[in-house]
Nanobody, 130 residues
Framework: QVQLVESGGGLVQPGGSLRLSCTSSGVNLSYYPIAWFRRAPGNEREGVSCISAIDGSTNYADSVRGRFTISRDNARNTVYLQMNSLKFEDTGVYYC???????????????????????WGRGTQVVVTS
């Protein structure tokens, strides 16, 4: 059974940083693409970033490019989302997701689409507030 667990959310001031973590006890995440999505209050899910398991390709939403970095630590079976220069509009619940069916190909040009990922964690809340 694929279970993902996010952590690292919290309250932060604008301009601050947080690092989110995505781990799994049942799946070797190094084998699969991992994506981060977020849902702001009243909004649809939005793709934030995703990373390939094949060649390390990454993709970022325009709204976070240059501020967020996705990375893997395979020894810890963890995928991180380093978030710097946080803005009010980054507030939301952040989810990690994966596809173990081999359908997703992460490229630098194709956005991370929620419907492509069948397995999701329960999310971690990020609130950017002064």
């Amino acid at each position: 059974q694929v279970q993902l667990v996010e952590s690292g959310g919290g309250l932060v001031q604008p301009g601050g940083s947080l690092r989110l973590s995505c781990t799994s006890s049942g799946v070797n995440l190094s084998y699969y693409p991992i994506a981060w999505f977020r849902r702001a209050p009243g909004n649809e899910r939005e793709g934030v970033s995703c990373i390939s398991a094949i060649d390390g390709s990454t993709n970022y939403a325009d709204s976070v490019r240059g501020r967020f970095t996705i990375s893997r630590d395979n020894a810890r079976n963890t995928v991180y989302l380093q978030m710097n220069s946080l803005k009010f509009e980054d507030t939301g619940v952040y989810y990690c997701a994966t596809d173990t069916w081999g359908r997703v190909v992460v490229t630098t040009s194709d956005e991370c689409k929620p419907d492509d990922y069948p397995y999701w964690g329960r999310g971690t809340q990020v609130v950017v507030t002064s």
